[in-house]
């Protein structure tokens, strides 16, 4: 199969068609794998549960890998159509999209409601400027792990290094918490998941520079709140000159950030994903990834 084939009409599926139906979403078949050991398993010591969702993710992990070769084993033109649908499946350009689109409106219920589904944090207790940072903060931070991120790991390592990318950022989701639950089961998928974003996280903000320059790089150094997460935010904070906030965690300065700002966020988005796209599509189609393997 041809990379740069398969990668443009995934983004065709992705753009026109949207996500899968959950039922039928590789993401979705991953995350009920780990949840299924997570809500059985009762803790037990800091040791016995590091090794269980250690092998937990191991688990999650190899499904992925054996998922992402079923492609090269089926026949022609199918092959084709469960590779596209895979790699669609590790991106998620329009409904990242949509889901912030919808925290703009002046119904502060309604933008509570819409930012809980796109952040962890409790949003009853957020005003309306915080809603809208942390709306913005979930954009910056998913266009690394949504976009950025899955696309350098095709680039690296054909179908199979975006699909396990998925299922470990999706491992980090779902365990990757700070707290007495997941403190030491968890910990193997959060600090996977920092080994893997490491570099796209860095790599982001470096798409960031045509559109803010040395204004970026100035708060990216002030990203020392988190490994990798800050620096993306750190920069849409930068471009946009606007505040954002987590509570008790970080903080970038600028002006309290508005609806108008989250419209001027998805714009930003929107050139910093086309800028990413057409590198990938560049290095794809010249030949410049020797690792690339489908």
Do not use: Q
Request: charged share 20%; proline share 5%; hydrophobic share 50%.
């Amino acid at each position: 199969m041809d990379a740069l084939v398969l990668l443009l009409l995934a983004l065709a599926w992705d753009l026109t068609l949207g996500e899968p139906p959950a039922k039928l979403h590789p993401v979705v078949w991953f995350g009920r794998i780990a949840g299924f050991v997570d809500s059985r398993y009762k803790r037990r010591s800091p040791v016995l549960d590091f090794l269980s969702g250690s092998l937990t993710a191991l688990i999650v992990i190899a499904f992925a890998f054996l998922l992402s070769i079923v492609p090269f084993y089926a026949p022609f033109p199918l092959n084709y159509f469960f590779a596209v649908y895979l790699l669609k499946s590790s991106f998620a350009i329009r409904s990242l999209h949509e889901h912030v689109s919808r925290t703009i409106t002046d119904d502060i219920e309604e933008k509570r409601r819409a930012v809980s589904m796109i952040v962890s944090r409790n949003t009853k207790a957020l005003d309306e400027a915080h809603l809208n940072s942390a709306a913005i903060e979930s954009l910056a931070e998913n266009l690394n792990d949504s976009v950025i991120a899955p696309l350098f790991y095709f680039l690296l390592f054909g179908l199979s290094g975006a699909v396990v990318y998925r299922a470990v950022n999706t491992l980090d989701a779902m365990l990757g918490y700070r707290n007495e639950r997941y403190e030491f089961f968890g910990k193997f998928s959060a600090r996977f998941d920092d080994v893997l974003n490491f570099i796209p996280a860095r790599l982001t903000v470096l798409l960031y520079l045509p559109l803010g320059g040395r204004k970026v790089i100035e708060y990216s150094r002030l990203a020392r709140f988190k490994i990798n997460s800050d620096k993306p935010m750190a920069a849409m904070s930068a471009v946009l000159g606007v505040w954002l906030e987590k509570r008790g965690v970080y903080r970038f300065p600028g002006k309290e950030p508005k609806n108008e700002d989250i419209k001027r966020a998805l714009r930003v988005y929107w050139l910093v994903v086309t800028e990413w796209v057409i590198v990938v599509i560049l290095l794809l189609a010249t030949g410049v990834c020797p690792c690339l393997s489908l």
